[in-house]
């Protein structure tokens, strides 16, 4: 008892020092942890969630049974939707999207891209971004051994010449860089790269990015009906989406949302597609709905968007994934194919 006290009556910065002595500054992703964790707070989110992961790791190796080949069904995706365990996620990730279809019916593809002739201007534009891509990643310091940055460098350039369409755009650096971190292999992630920007979301990133364009505005549209006081405020405040969603849907919530909170995400996405998407952002808008209603000018609502993507709510990513197949309520692919034929059509009238 007298123990308990003791610590009760310590400083929370006393408190947070102790926590910070047992938690690595460096997050099991080669994250950096920021000046201002709370490393206290970490250390007692994690203490339940590894109860939980625990308990989804035997599922999954029950599941598996050692086999590296799954077939979608209901249970795979009650289990996806629960989370899928690090040590099995590049696995369920090339399954689900049809990338290990597509790297088992290409051999050598990959390769024969990394080996051909390069666009100057291609590595050029990538060159550029390679050092700006997680610098509060240790896995991409040149100092690093290995360091990612190369792995990087390939899978990107052998994409641009895979899709030259696409090319290379801001954002897909990010994106490849989650990936690399996930499944540690080129190939793998050039695939997934494939499986996201050519099939989950066709047209985010071509010259026109019209594709994002349109989901930005399929999102208001849902507002619209489903939350609609905040889209009144938009309204009001004259505010577009595109101001303050872009960097959800363009970076699919990397440097948006906290790093296991995204990969919770993307189990989703590969599985279920661009849907997930909207659920992540509805959430997200529903659940503060109050705060962003609050705004009086564009500056406000620019700011409750930022701080609606910090704090608790975000951060318990168990149960933020369960809140999104909730809080939004039902969102069937006939209506979002509906919006987007709508939103698409407006946008082309507009720009035309």
């Not at 891209?113 to 050029?124: F, G, N, S, T």
């Not at 994002?212 to 889209?231: N, S």
Request: with cysteine; proline share 5%; glycine share 4%.
């Amino acid at each position: 008892m007298e123990n308990k006290n003791k610590a009760s009556s310590q400083s929370p910065s006393a408190v947070n020092g102790t926590a910070r002595s047992r938690v690595e500054s460096v997050d099991p992703y080669g994250f950096e942890r920021s000046e201002d964790f709370d490393y206290e707070s970490y250390e007692e989110l994690m203490s339940e969630y590894l109860v939980v992961l625990t308990r989804r790791s035997i599922k999954w190796s029950k599941l598996l049974k050692g086999k590296n080949k799954v077939q979608k069904n209901v249970k795979l995706k009650r289990y996806v939707r629960k989370g899928i365990p690090n040590e099995h996620r590049a696995l369920i990730w090339m399954a689900a999207s049809g990338a290990q279809e597509k790297l088992e019916k290409n051999p050598g593809y990959y390769q024969s891209l990394i080996e051909a002739q390069h666009d100057r201007k291609l590595v050029e534009t990538i060159c550029t971004d390679l050092n700006r891509t997680f610098p509060d990643n240790v896995q991409f310091r040149k100092t690093s051994n290995p360091c990612l940055q190369k792995p990087l460098y390939n899978v990107l350039l052998a994409y641009g010449h895979h899709n030259p369409t696409v090319g290379y755009c801001q954002g897909m650096n990010f994106i490849a860089g989650y990936l690399l971190i996930i499944t540690k292999d080129e190939e793998k992630s050039f695939w997934l790269m494939d499986a996201l920007l050519g099939r989950i979301l066709p047209d985010y990133y071509s010259p026109a990015m019209m594709g994002l364009k349109t989901d930005q505005e399929v999102l208001g549209e849902l507002v619209k009906v489903k939350v609609p006081g905040v889209w009144q405020t938009m309204l009001d405040q004259n505010v577009m989406w595109t101001l303050v969603v872009s960097r959800w849907f363009i970076c699919l919530y990397i440097d948006v949302l906290p790093v296991e909170t995204v990969l919770r995400i993307w189990d989703c996405l590969f599985y279920e597609g661009s849907k997930v998407l909207f659920r992540v952002a509805l959430t997200l808008i529903h659940h503060n709905e109050a705060l962003i209603q609050q705004a009086q000018s564009l500056p406000d609502v620019c700011q409750s968007f930022k701080q609606i993507t910090h704090g608790p709510f975000v951060d318990e990513c168990h149960t933020f994934m369960q809140k999104i197949f909730t809080e939004p309520g039902s969102l069937p692919m006939a209506t979002l194919t509906k919006l987007r034929e709508t939103c698409r059509f407006r946008i082309i009238a507009e720009e035309s």
